[in-house]
Structure formats: C-alpha cells, structure tokens
C-alpha cells in the first residue's frame, strides 16, 4: 500500500511540474515559447530515433527521415502559430496587435488535454466497447464522450475568456473538433509505433507518464491539421 501511495505521489508531482513547466514556456514570452518547443522538438525526435532502431536495427537511419513529417514540422508549425499567430487573427480581428500570442498554441494544447481528460473519466465511468485492438484500454465510450465534451468545454471557456473572445463559438468547435479527431489518430498511431518496438512507454522523462512522444503524440497529428484551417480557412 505504501508503494502505491508513494507512486501516485510521485505521478501527482511529476504531473504538476509538466503542467508548471508548459505553462512557464507558453505564457513568460516568445522566447521560452520557442525553447519550450524546441526541447519538445529534440526530446522526442531522441526518442523516436531509439524506437525506430528497436523495430529496424541497422537499417533505422534509412527510416529517421519520417521524422521530419512526423516530428520537425508539426513542432514547427506550433512555433509558427505562437510566434505569427497575431498576424493570421487579424484576418478576423483587424485591431489586435501583431507579435507573440499564446491564444492558438492554447487552443491546441487544452483542446487535447480535455479531450485525453474527458476520454478516460468517461471510459472509466461507462467504457464498455473496446475502440482499437491497437490501444485496448480505449473504448467508444470514453472516446466519443471525449470528443463531445472537448467540444462543448472549449466552445463555452474558449469564447467567453478574455482573449478566446477573438475567435468565435464556431472557431472554438471547429478546433476542438479538430483536436480531438486527429489527436485520438495521433494516440493510437503512437501506440502502433510502441507495440511494433515492443515497448511500454516512449521514454522516462516524466516517471508514470512516460516519455515526450507519450505526452505530445496527439499534438504532432493534430498542430498540423489546425494549422491548415488557421492559415487559410479561418
């Protein structure tokens, strides 16, 4: 008993950090902004090298090149979305200010987190239809729970927080939607990568969490797509 306490202890605190670290990086200024998801960046193409020697062996160099689809640009375009993400606003809010904002960056980041949050405490509470062989805790349940809770909190907080007013109920939806579609694709494409290197977790950087492909596997699937209506369809 005293090992389970200490171990949710130990996950409790490592949880904090990660939260406190996340939030240092997106709200302090452009430049720990950009360290944040330049050692986001690094972290998990470390990772990602180490699970593709596992599945190919010597041959894994001829496979790293996927990282740059699967890794460099959706953390790049991230940075882009913080770093430029003012000047693609003004296409509906004229007046604001161009320079750093962390509003599209949030939307992304807490639209996936509600998503992973809402998904597991539905499943918990009512899960009953397995989701994918891939990932066997998953169920329909507490994904499609996920989904629409995402939707209906980001709709709600999003649009009626004091910069979320910029984009509209709408604009919220869409993106939540967005996130939670192609961020459960980014969890389960993860998963498929781990079971073929036969491993648990993608590294040990947050112990009980796993590593950074574990922690942002569903933002390098989703940050692209959310991207794309940003740029050109907002």
Same mark, same amino acid.
């Given at each position: 008993?005293?090992?389970?306490?200490?171990?949710?202890?130990?996950?409790?605190?490592?949880? %904090?950090?990660?939260?406190?670290?996340?939030?240092?990086?997106?709200?302090?200024?452009?430049?720990?902004?950009? #360290? %944040?998801?330049?050692?986001?960046?690094?972290?998990?193409?470390?990772?990602?090298?180490?699970?593709?020697?596992?599945?190919?062996?010597?041959?894994?160099?001829?496979?790293? !090149?996927?990282?740059?689809?699967?890794?460099?640009? !959706?953390?790049?375009?991230?940075?882009?979305?913080?770093?430029?993400?003012?000047?693609?606003?003004?296409?509906?809010?004229?007046?604001?200010?161009?320079?750093?904002?962390?509003?599209?960056?949030?939307?992304?980041?807490?639209?996936?987190?509600?998503?992973?949050?809402?998904?597991?405490?539905?499943?918990?509470?009512?899960?009953?239809?397995?989701?994918?062989?891939?990932? !066997?805790?998953?169920?329909?349940?507490?994904?499609?729970?996920?989904?629409?809770?995402?939707?209906?909190?980001?709709?709600?907080?999003?649009?009626?927080?004091?910069?979320?007013?910029?984009?509209?109920? #709408?604009?919220?939806?869409?993106?939540?939607?967005?996130?939670?579609?192609?961020?459960?694709?980014?969890?389960? %494409?993860?998963?498929?990568?781990?079971?073929?290197?036969?491993?648990?977790?993608?590294?040990?950087?947050?112990?009980?969490?796993?590593?950074?492909?574990?922690?942002?596997?569903? %933002?390098?699937?989703?940050? !692209?797509?959310?991207?794309?209506?940003?740029?050109?369809?907002?």
């Amino acid at each position: 008993m005293a090992i389970n306490k200490q171990t949710l202890k130990t996950r409790a605190l490592t949880a %904090l950090v990660f939260v406190l670290v996340m939030f240092a990086g997106l709200f302090i200024n452009q430049y720990t902004f950009i #360290t %944040l998801f330049t050692v986001i960046m690094f972290g998990c193409l470390y990772e990602f090298s180490k699970i593709v020697k596992l599945i190919h062996g010597n041959k894994y160099l001829l496979y790293l !090149p996927i990282a740059f689809v699967y890794i460099i640009l !959706p953390l790049m375009l991230m940075i882009d979305l913080g770093v430029n993400g003012s000047v693609y606003l003004q296409q509906i809010a004229p007046s604001i200010q161009p320079g750093y904002s962390a509003l599209l960056p949030c939307a992304i980041i807490f639209s996936l987190w509600v998503n992973d949050t809402m998904a597991y405490l539905v499943g918990s509470m009512i899960g009953k239809t397995p989701f994918s062989k891939i990932s !066997p805790k998953k169920t329909w349940e507490g994904t499609l729970g996920g989904v629409v809770l995402c939707i209906i909190s980001m709709a709600l907080l999003g649009h009626n927080s004091e910069s979320g007013k910029i984009l509209s109920y #709408t604009n919220w939806i869409v993106i939540a939607t967005l996130c939670a579609f192609f961020g459960t694709i980014g969890d389960l %494409l993860e998963s498929k990568i781990k079971r073929m290197a036969n491993i648990k977790d993608s590294g040990m950087i947050m112990p009980g969490h796993g590593g950074f492909l574990d922690r942002f596997d569903s %933002l390098l699937i989703a940050t !692209p797509i959310v991207w794309l209506y940003i740029r050109f369809l907002l």
